[in-house]
């Protein structure tokens, strides 16, 4: 995901314009560091002619930014800078107050505040998409929260484009995977494209002996198997995501989810936790089982505001102070604490399930679920302390039962019961950190109603 961040900094004509340019200077530095794809439009002052204002229309013209840091210096008239922004108003905002400073035990200031109070309702009057920040003396620059949009705002233009593949719809009749497919495209603007099993089978028939023998050699030298496995399960594993890996790249898909107990499990006879696992390998894809949608969209909208391949996990019990969420099948490498471990194991009417049972990195997280309800988009989100669980299984499974991917989370945002009273679905998307103040930027920005 590109950080196409605009820069333009203002202040006033009777301010010296080498305080001025020092203010500049600082600021465009401290985001220099940051790591975005950065465009200076220069400095701007409220000179008649409009000369530095135009300047800066120039030379921000064609860049395709995410946001503009609108950066105030000094006092500065309004029109002056809404000569600037009215051609960028359809892009997100920062409204970001720079501060004085102490000289000789007493403050010193340009007034930058003054500028930044009457910018901020102007800026609402007109309809921008923005965040006001402002400096304090003798404090840091607030870069943290500065980034939070920024991401938000780079998020939301990357979801313009993204896709997501289902192989099959509404797996095991399930109501809250589905998607109303018009609103997605318009409020969110991810294209959902539909893709049959049939399709994954006829393409194994074209996949050439020596993938398949790399995939499997990849599998035995980077898996740790808890006991022996047929060499045709772990074949026909690497045939599945090798043939769905060729409609990923040919879509360019960001995230992918699969018809699982209806369709690869009934019709196959074959779960598709290894397969996850190897696209994950192949495509470094976004995946998620059971047709759900929403949970991809989710997975890509926590994997834009975090940077990190999220997963997904169901919720299993709830306790006073906690909740036991986990997977039976699978979790991404990237959330993996140790060796991916698998396990060959009967569950129900399958004979035979590869099964991922590795463990999984307990930390500080963020939790949120997507919804599409009575007309709107709703983000249910949590910060919680995950640990590794207490020991427990899943009824159904052959003796000795194994234990499933899983943490015991504590929240730390909400209590039990709040969040009970909220939840949104049976999958849950998490991201190692706290995302919160990223997700409410992404959250306004998109016209998403947060609940928390």
């Given amino acids: 995901m590109n950080k196409n961040v605009g820069f333009v900094c203002f202040g006033e004509v009777n301010t010296p314009i080498e305080r001025l340019q020092m203010k500049h200077d600082e600021a465009l530095a401290a985001l220099q560091k940051m790591g975005y794809n950065l465009l200076d439009g220069g400095l701007v002052i409220d000179d008649p002619a409009y000369e530095t204002a135009d300047a800066a229309i120039r030379k921000l013209h064609g860049f395709e ?12 008239p309004t029109h002056a800078v809404i000569r600037v922004t009215d051609c960028y108003k359809h892009i997100p905002m920062v409204l970001w107050g720079l501060c004085g400073w102490k000289e000789n035990g007493r403050i010193i200031t340009t007034a930058e505040q003054a500028g930044t109070t009457a910018l901020r309702p102007a800026f609402e009057a007109l309809g921008y998409d923005f965040k006001y920040i402002y400096n304090i003396i003798g404090k840091p620059f607030p870069m943290e929260k500065i980034d939070s949009f920024v991401t938000a705002a780079a998020a939301k233009k990357a979801l313009r484009s993204a896709r997501v593949g289902t192989m099959g ?11 109303e497919g018009n609103s997605m495209r318009r409020d969110i603007g991810v294209e959902v494209e539909p ?7 006829q393409t194994m028939e074209k996949l050439e002996p020596a993938q398949i023998a790399e995939g499997v050699a990849f599998v035995k030298s980077n898996w740790r198997f808890e006991k022996p ?13 090798l043939s769905i890996a ?13 018809i699982d107990v209806d369709g690869m499990k ?8 290894m397969v996850f696992m190897l696209l994950e390998h192949y495509c470094s894809i976004m995946t998620i ?5 929403m949970g991809a969209v989710t997975e890509l909208i926590m994997h834009y505001l975090s940077g990190q391949l999220v997963p997904y996990m169901e919720y299993y019990e709830f306790f006073e102070d906690s909740m036991l969420i986990g997977v039976p099948d699978y979790v991404p490498q990237a959330i993996t604490d140790g060796d991916v471990t698998v396990l060959p194991a009967a569950f129900g009417l399958l004979n035979t399930s590869l099964l991922n049972v590795s463990k999984v990195k307990p930390g500080f997280i963020t939790c949120a679920r997507l919804v599409y309800l009575n007309g709107s988009y709703k983000m249910h989100v949590y910060t919680a302390e995950a640990k590794t669980p207490m020991p427990w299984n899943e009824y159904g499974w052959d003796d000795p039962a194994p234990q499933l991917p899983s943490l015991q989370v504590f929240p730390t945002s909400c209590t039990v019961e709040e969040f009970a009273q909220n939840v949104s679905s049976q999958h849950v998307i998490f991201a190692y950190g706290d995302h919160t103040e990223a997700i409410r930027d992404f959250c306004k920005l998109m016209n998403i109603t947060l609940v928390m």
């Fill in 169 to 179: 719809y509404r797996d095991m009749l399930l109501y809250g995977t589905q998607f």
């Fill in 289 to 293: 089982p059971e047709n759900d949608v």
């Fill in 246 to 258: 060729v409609k990923i790249k040919e879509r360019n898909w960001d995230a992918i989810t699969l």
């Fill in 229 to 241: 496995c047929a060499e045709e399960v772990i074949e026909n594993g690497v045939k599945y995501a």
């Fill in 266 to 273: 009934k019709l196959l006879g074959f779960p598709p936790a």
């Fill in 65 to 76: 930014m995410s946001s503009l840091i609108v950066c105030i210096a000094g006092w500065i």
């Fill in 195 to 201: 893709y049959e099993m049939l399709e994954m089978v």
